[in-house]
């Protein structure tokens, strides 16, 4: 319990091929999948973890079949129920494009927003028609916008300056990503947030996902040494003097 991840974050794949292999349709898969959503925010509540982004909705998954979408934006109104997050005390976030989601799911979700926003065991932010190239352009847009008005200079613009630019500002960057499915790639998710995040991919579909598998790769990372460019040396020494003025 000592070296726990602050903040994980979980590309939630593999719902329609969990769906194909117990012979049932695909949106069966997805509304697996939204219970396994809930039953890992608790779990990782339980665990002390303080913030869980989870990847919903991609800007790509629009291109999806109308139905598919259609059936995904009906799931979403009827899963953001605030009882969730008030009987957990878990604050509901969203990054992503909201303003493409439907009228009713953005009513909701912004209730949900307010209602949750003192909540204090977890953080729970959901990535709803959300991408890593959308919101780093966004970010892009805002800090030229600053620069023509005058109130940055080109020569201040740093990681902070990005990083405060992001829809992720209110985020510490990911400890730990998590990726369900089988597949190893990012799919456009926290690029920039990633940098030096720990990756975890499991042939687990997100519909089987439980507290097994988040104190799993929990585990794996526990295992690893993180270096940020370092040497292993200089990182046991850092860590010893953190040690010694906790103590
Ligand atoms: C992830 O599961 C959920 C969403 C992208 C909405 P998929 O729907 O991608 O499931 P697979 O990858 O087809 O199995
Ligand atoms: C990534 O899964 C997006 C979400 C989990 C919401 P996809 O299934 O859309 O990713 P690709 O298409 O396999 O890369
Ligand atoms: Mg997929």
Redesign the pocket.
Known sequence: MTRLPQHIAI??????RWAKLHGKKRSDGHFAGAQALFDTMVAACNLGIKYTT?????T??WN?PDEEVEGLMSLLFAKLDINVFMDNDVRFCVIGNTSRLPQDVQERMNYCLEQSANNKRGTLTV?LS?SSKWEIIEATKKIARRVKEGTLRVEDIDDKTIDASLNTSFLPDPDLLI?T?G?L?L???LLWQCAYTELYFCDTF?PDFNEEELCKAIYDYQQRERRFGKTSEQVTVDAGQQDSKQE
Do not use: K, L, Q
């Open positions: 590309i939630m794949d593999g719902n329609g989870v990847y919903a909705f991609s790509e998954n999806r990535a959300y990726r499915g597949e790639r799919s456009n998710y997100w």
